[in-house]
């Protein structure tokens, strides 16, 4: 315990500093949760913060009474899974958006462009980062043998709690020695033997006995010793499934709707006559009085945006239907399907038959793409719903092995695909096409359709594509994936067979 500061001051402090969020950002809690940061501290603190000071030493004048009262909600609270999600969340924004750690930890959202450090996003709602928070997400990515983030994280908690005015406090997972430690570790790990040791004789200052220490200390020593200068490579990003395309995914995420410039990294402004808006019927007798605003945005692979394709209250009573079953999001692996990291959502399946607003919007569907969309022709109305960080990396809708999940319906591949996007997001969410090079922004209300096979039948590799991670907002989507059994008169092959 920090000298001079009492246990009822201790226990002050952190009421006060729960009651001046609630104060200032929980009135209005729509858009407060809708900022990441705001989002994991308040994770962090149902799960961990509350637990510390309940079962803390200094809580035992009123124990029994706080714990009690702890446990009867504990059920409902987040679970260790929930924060350490949280905390990979907010280090894949700092990824893909290339945000400073540094910033973040001042609640902003900021990178360096030019050399000059900008504001991506201004959030009407925004709060700081203590050391400790900092020192959570750095040991998670740390328990992940992740030290490019661990590094960065950890030095930025170390910065904090040296900062800080108040030491250490009863809801605190982790000390300035605990940041200390694991940082030392993690810059071992990435072969900055100096620093290592820096910080590990800085330790021995606060712990001059420990043992494991001592014996860190004499190891770094005798590393640096036979290392040459160059021994420390520096830090490196973490691999991933979908390297090859990492660095167009991101740019394409960054530019949040928009193409590319390959050489450059910059939007490119261009004018296509050959793409164009319309009042589109299809030729349907029932769209003749109310046709639907569509935009082209590409003609390979052909991407079609609808506006307004769904009324507010539409959008709600989907949402709402779906709450009861949403879970965990999966992907095929192998005959089965998973739970993976490279997609972070929840989703829940509807039919027709229990929710009457799933019959609608699938004859809406079918009268706009002239196809069959009801179940087996169509797969029932998945809702998905994209947390603080949630994202899909670059993937196909469309199955690229005999033994996908895909065909147990029994009716072919995905032809095609229709997405609806049931709520806007103030940043991020952007769906992003890699091998065709742009990306859509989330367009509340609108549906986005595109063919994920080509006439023969063969996959259309340009589809490639991927959900943006949201930054800032609450991205709610609703996919129709219809399938080639049943279209055959509907949409006919070419006489090219290389169509």
């Not at 770094?220 to 990003?237: F, H, Q």
Request: net charge negative; charged share 20%; with cysteine.
């Amino acid at each position: 315990m920090t000298p001079g500061l009492s246990v009822g001051m201790k226990r002050f402090t952190f009421y006060a500093k729960v009651s001046d969020l609630h104060k200032e950002l929980y009135n209005e809690a729509g858009s407060a949760m809708a900022n990441p940061l705001v989002a994991f501290t308040l994770i962090k603190r149902l799960h961990s913060e509350w637990l510390n000071v309940v079962y803390s030493n200094e809580a035992l004048e009123n124990a029994q009474a706080l714990r009690s009262s702890f446990e009867e909600e504990e059920a409902d609270l987040p679970k260790l899974e929930d924060l350490q999600g949280a905390a990979n969340g907010l280090m894949r924004l700092q990824d893909v958006y290339a945000l400073q750690v540094a910033s973040l930890a001042r609640g902003r959202f900021q990178r360096v462009t030019n050399g000059q450090t900008v504001d991506i996003y201004l959030p009407a709602v925004s709060v700081p980062l203590s050391g400790d928070d900092c020192f959570l997400v750095g040991k998670v990515a740390y328990e992940q043998k992740d030290y490019y983030h661990s590094v960065q994280w950890l030095e930025e908690s170390v910065r904090l709690f040296r900062a800080a005015e108040v030491g250490w406090s009863p809801e605190n997972e982790g000390t300035l020695e605990d940041a200390l430690d694991h940082l030392a570790f993690s810059h071992f790990k990435t072969g900055n033997f100096s620093y290592a040791l820096s910080l590990s004789q800085e330790l021995l200052h606060h712990d001059p006995t420990n043992g494991r220490l001592l014996q860190n200390v004499e190891e770094y020593e005798k590393l640096l010793v036979a290392a040459s200068p160059a021994t420390a490579d520096g830090l490196r990003r973490p691999t991933c499934t979908y390297l090859r395309t990492r660095d167009t995914y991101e740019r394409l995420c960054q530019t949040q709707g928009t193409q590319v410039s390959i050489t450059s990294n910059q939007p490119i402004q261009f004018e296509n006559p050959e793409l164009f808006c319309d009042y589109f019927t299809n030729d349907h007798p029932a769209l003749l009085l109310l046709p639907l605003k569509r935009e082209v945005l590409r003609l390979q692979p052909f991407v079609v945006l609808y506006h307004t394709f769904v009324t507010d209250a539409e959008a709600e009573d989907i949402k709402r239907a779906a709450q009861p079953g949403l879970r965990r999001s999966v992907v095929a692996a192998g005959e089965k399907q998973a739970a993976a990291e490279y997609r972070i959502s929840k989703s829940a399946w509807l039919k027709g038959s229990a929710h009457s607003i799933v019959g609608k919007l699938d004859h809406r569907i079918s009268m706009l793409t002239g196809l069959k969309v009801h179940h087996p022709y169509g797969e029932y109305l998945q809702v998905v719903n994209y947390g603080i960080g949630g994202h899909y990396e670059p993937h196909f809708d469309h199955a690229t092995s005999p033994s996908s999940p895909v065909f147990r319906l029994k009716t072919g591949n995905r032809v095609a695909t229709f997405m609806i996007y049931l709520s806007s997001v103030e940043a991020g969410g952007s769906t992003a096409f890699i091998y065709a090079n742009f990306s859509v922004p989330v367009v509340e209300k609108a549906a986005i359709f595109w063919w994920n096979l080509r006439r023969n039948g063969q996959g259309d590799v340009d589809t490639l594509h991927a959900g943006c991670p949201v930054l800032i907002g609450d991205k709610w989507v609703a996919n129709k994936w219809i399938h080639e059994f049943g279209q055959e008169f509907l949409h006919r092959c070419s006489l090219n067979p290389e169509e």
